[in-house]
């Protein structure tokens, strides 16, 4: 008996997620080409709203090809934001974010993480003040809002069924960007990059995903009961 309930609500969910993707707005390949979009649209943002504000390190890109340690390190980085991308978006339609793509998103994001870690025993490059921007870990917030906004409503036309994973993602992206940004652009200090790169990554992620839980807490107390 019991058996036969969890098949039937196995079969009935199986059924919503199929009615759902067939009658979202998206494809299964339209996330993905808006999640790309989205990428591109906040790399731009990052990028030129960074260098508006100040160039960057001038021996960064002659350090990105002589050190292999830092190519690592930048290589990471890129592959966590796509990965983050990828899953983002793909949970804007039912069934078809699986666990290896939420999985690889999070496992790229810590490898990078990792690599940040071990620069405290063995810093990749050369520790100097050259190159410190002033207000790097304002401009690290600043330069993540807009992406994360931008996300969450591109993921809202499709039907997100786990907005707060998604929303996370795109926390975590969004931040990481500016982060990969200033490790070319400013200063070179294990502790600083912690401080002022990294931690704000890690603050833009943790508020992206507790306002997405606050919000669904307030719209399921608002929701009618049966």
Known sequence: MASNRQDNAGAEREELINRLSSQ????HADPQRRGWLWLVISIAWVIGIGLFLDPVRSTSFAQLVSVPRFSLEMFLGAVAALAGTRAAFALAVPGVATPRIIGLAWLSASLWLIAIALTFI?????PSMFGKRESCEWEAYLLSVPPILLGVMLQKRGAVLNPIAASALTGLTAGLLPALFMQMACMVDPWHSLSHHVAPMLA?????TLLSWAYQAIESRRAPRS
Do not use: I
């Not at 979202?24 to 494809?27: G, I, L, R, Y």
């Not at 063995?122 to 050369?126: D, K, M, N, R, V």
């Open 204 to 208: 833009v992620t943790a508020a992206a």
């Open 24 to 27: 979202s707005a998206f494809t």
């Open 122 to 126: 063995t810093p990749a490059l050369e």
